[in-house]
Structure formats: structure tokens, C-alpha cells
């Protein structure tokens, strides 16, 4: 029970006892004492409870400790709590961001220990961490675990994180501004030194933020220590740069030299195509069924987007498969976005429903063994398609240097045709905060024509 009720009396000397001087207090109705070598240890311990006294904390009247001090012995170490905090986001959050948390864990735990005497290889700390430590699956009573508490480990993780178990900090330790500082210096450089990418820095700090209200949720820490520490995020560089995205011309004879490397190349040109027609994210088409796609045979079709199958390792997966079954990013899990796609596009989905058919379950695109089509695969088609067709000085650039680059393409293409930003937010799934952080440079760009069309109207000249 903690109290106000506090009485701290003066040390008394108790002549041949080897510890002869005796500090006395009472908390509540229970008194304490605590005897010392040296008086001077004895008054050093009398000002550190008077200290507690003026600062105004309360006591334990079990253990006669000040509240900080009591909060600090029955601290979880760093290590622990992590642990406990991946369980406790686990069952609710998606694949691609349970692997984000431990990621993130990955590189701020290593500056939360309190040597680095026989410290394991950075790499291989990280390593087991991420993989084992930071990572949720069924222990033997059928209870979610840490994977490194449910399974055999190899034997350099064990040992591994055998050491980082022993060396890791308290976590009010852990909290204090030097500790902090640390942890967002380490998050802020890659494993070889270099500074990490911006958008990174923030996703790990947000996660950094997010275990540190735990901890106060957790009743741990009374506040979050990151206010305190004086310490700036990097700026946002979200803006596409522009120089590289592909042009109307470039983007077509892309998806063309897609299509000429044989079977493969064939059966994926409608990817690309839906990724700048329809400006779709690859994890949407991977999902995309024809029971969505409305094809006539001349005009405008309509695909209505239901869901998307994200690309994640299946180690992070509840039914172990390597992609994760999800509804639209940023939507409720029915949500859907209907999506009106040109000729060429319907033309193309025509064709390759006819030449190819569907998966059992009406997926138009699938890997070889019918599986999910993989990153790897379609980018290994890219690369050879942007040697095929750009330029030698063209292919040295970033130009249009991952498949992305066409969603990024076909989104430019709706602004400068001049479609409502509304609408291009709309089609392509975006909020209008992030269509304007992300395309601010084009719809800059628009400004002049929107004067235009404002001064038109003020003339009355309709």
C-alpha cells in the first residue's frame, strides 16, 4: 500500500555491531530500518529518502521504498518487455506489420544492454531477434509464446539471446534520456553505419513510441520518456521524383518488352498493365479475380477491387503462407473501389482471360505452380524489359527502376489529364492527404489552369 504517511528519524550509532549505524523510518503503521558500515553510507541513504519525501512521493508500507524505487525493482528488463509487447499486438495486427514491430525491436534492443562485453555479431544479434525473438506462435499449451520460447533454437540463437536475456537493462532503466538517445541513433543508421532511409526512421520511431506507452499502460513507467529527450525525426521525403517516372510512350513500350520474353512475359504484361491503367498496387492484382473485372468488348471496363494479397514471409502469417489474404489498405474489410479502366487495359484482361483462364479460386494472375505470383518473378521480368526498352544512358538512371514506378506513372497521367484530385484519390486508393504529399510538385502544376478557369469565371464568360 502506498502512503504520504512518512517518518524518516535521525541515524543512531550501535557501538560493536559491524554494520553500528542504523537508519530508522516508518511508513504508515510499519517502521524500517536499513544499518550500514559507514555513517556516511547511512546519511547517504537518509537524503535519498528525504529527497523522495520533498519531492512528494509516496512510500510502500511493505517494503518502505519511495514509489520510483519500488516501480525500478519490479521493473521487466527491456528484453522481457519487448516480448511481452509483440504478444500483445500479435493476434490483431497484419503480417507486413508484426514483421515491421520486430524489425524495429530488432534495432533499438541492442542499445538497451548494460555491457557489450562478448557481445554477438550485430548481424546475427539482429538476426535472432527478428527471426525468433520478436516473432509469436503456439507454445505447447496451445498459448501464443515468443517463437524463441516455443521451439528449439539453433544453437547460435540460443546462445544469442541467452546473452542479450542476461545483459538486457530494466526498463525504467532503459528509460533515461541517454538510453533514448541511443536507441534513436541506432534507428536511424543501417547495420553498416549508413543513415537509413527516412520513411524507415519514422516507421521504427513510431514503434519505438508505441512499446514506451505500453510500458505505461503497463504500469512501468508513469510517462512516455521520448518527450523528453530532444530529438527530431527526419523530415518526410514522400514526393515521387518525377525526373524518373516513366511517360505515356515509355510506359507502353515497357509493358510490350514485358510481354516478348516468352510465356511468363505473356501471361504477366496484364500485370504491369493493371499496375499503370488502373494505377493498382501489386498486392491488389495478385488478388484480382475476373468475377471482378467487367470487360465489354469496345470501351471503358470496370474492375471492382475487393481485396489484396500482400507479400510477407510466412513465418509472419497465421496459416504459414507467404502472402497474407486482406481487404483493401486503409479500408474496412468488405470495402470495395470500383475502378474504371481504358480500351487498352479491358482489351488486355480480355485476351489474357481467353489465352490463360483463371486459378481454381478466379484469380487472373498466378505463379507457375498456381501460387501467388511473386516479387521476385516480376521484377526479374522488369529488369530485363528495362533493358529492352530504354536507351543505354536511360537504363543507368532510375528511371522507371522497380514496377511501382507504373502506379506512380499512371496516377501522374490522371493529374496532368486534369481529373478532379478527388477522383485520382479515389481510383487509386489514396486519402488526399497522401495524394497531395506525394504528387505535390504536379498539382502544383495544376495551379495555373485552375486560375484560368477562376478567372473565367469571374468574367462571366461561361
Not at 110 to 139: E, I, M
Amino acid at each position: 500500500m502506498l502512503t504520504y504517511d512518512v517518518v524518516i528519524w535521525s541515524i543512531r550509532t550501535r557501538k560493536g555491531r559491524p554494520k553500528p549505524f542504523e537508519l530508522r523510518w516508518r511508513v504508515g503503521s510499519r517502521s524500517h530500518s536499513k544499518s550500514f558500515t559507514l555513517k556516511a553510507q547511512a546519511d547517504g541513504r537518509r537524503s535519498e529518502l528525504m529527497t523522495a519525501l520533498r519531492n512528494h512521493e509516496q512510500f510502500d508500507e511493505d517494503t518502505g521504498l519511495p514509489a520510483n524505487e519500488l516501480s525500478a525493482l519490479n521493473s521487466p528488463t527491456w528484453y522481457e518487455h519487448a516480448k511481452a509487447y509483440v504478444l500483445m499486438k500479435w493476434p490483431k495486427a497484419a503480417a507486413k506489420h508484426r514483421a515491421s514491430i520486430a524489425d524495429a525491436l530488432a534495432t533499438v534492443t541492442p542499445a538497451f544492454v548494460s555491457t557489450v562485453r562478448g557481445a554477438p555479431k550485430p548481424d546475427v544479434l539482429r538476426r535472432s531477434l527478428y527471426a525468433w525473438a520478436f516473432r509469436a506462435a503456439p507454445g505447447s499449451d496451445g498459448t501464443l509464446a515468443s517463437l524463441a520460447d516455443a521451439t528449439e533454437l539453433p544453437a547460435d540463437v540460443r546462445a544469442t539471446l541467452v546473452w542479450i536475456e542476461k545483459h538486457s537493462l530494466k526498463v525504467t532503466e532503459a528509460a533515461r534520456p541517454e538510453r533514448m538517445r541511443a536507441a534513436l541513433d541506432a534507428l536511424s543508421r543501417k547495420l553498416d553505419g549508413t543513415p537509413a532511409a527516412d520513411n524507415t526512421v519514422n516507421r521504427k520511431r513510431m514503434v519505438l513510441s508505441n512499446i514506451l506507452r505500453y510500458a505505461v499502460e503497463r504500469g512501468v513507467l508513469s510517462t512516455n520518456p521520448l518527450t523528453r529527450v530532444d530529438w527530431s525525426p527526419p523530415a518526410r521525403d514522400d514526393e515521387v521524383d518525377f525526373r524518373y517516372v516513366p511517360n505515356p510512350q515509355q510506359a507502353a513500350a515497357l509493358i510490350d518488352a514485358v510481354r516478348e520474353q516468352g510465356d511468363r512475359g505473356a501471361h504477366l504484361a496484364p500485370f504491369f498493365g493493371c499496375l499503370y491503367y488502373a494505377a493498382m498496387r501489386p498486392s491488389e492484382i495478385a488478388a484480382l479475380r475476373a468475377a471482378d473485372c467487367q470487360l465489354p468488348e469496345e470501351g471503358w471496363g470496370e474492375l471492382i477491387l475487393a481485396g489484396s494479397r500482400p507479400e510477407v514471409g510466412s513465418g509472419w502469417t497465421d496459416d504459414g503462407e507467404s502472402y497474407e489474404q486482406r481487404g483493401l489498405k486503409r479500408r474496412a474489410r468488405r470495402a470495395t473501389r470500383p475502378v474504371p479502366i481504358p480500351p487498352v487495359l479491358t482489351a488486355m484482361l480480355r485476351e489474357h482471360i481467353e489465352a490463360y483462364g483463371t486459378a481454381e479460386d478466379g484469380r487472373l494472375f498466378r505463379a507457375a505452380k498456381g501460387g501467388r505470383v511473386r516479387s521476385t518473378e516480376y521484377c526479374e521480368l522488369w529488369d530485363a524489359a528495362r533493358e529492352k526498352a530504354l536507351s543505354e544512358a536511360e537504363a543507368t538512371t532510375p528511371l522507371a527502376d522497380v514496377p511501382y514506378s507504373l502506379r506512380h506513372a499512371g496516377v501522374s497521367l490522371w493529374i496532368n489529364s486534369g481529373v478532379d484530385p478527388v477522383e485520382v484519390a479515389r481510383r487509386a486508393g489514396h486519402s488526399l492527404t497522401v495524394l497531395f504529399r506525394f504528387y505535390a510538385k504536379i498539382l502544383r502544376g495544376q495551379q495555373s489552369l485552375a486560375n484560368q478557369l477562376i478567372e473565367k469565371g469571374l468574367s462571366g464568360d461561361t
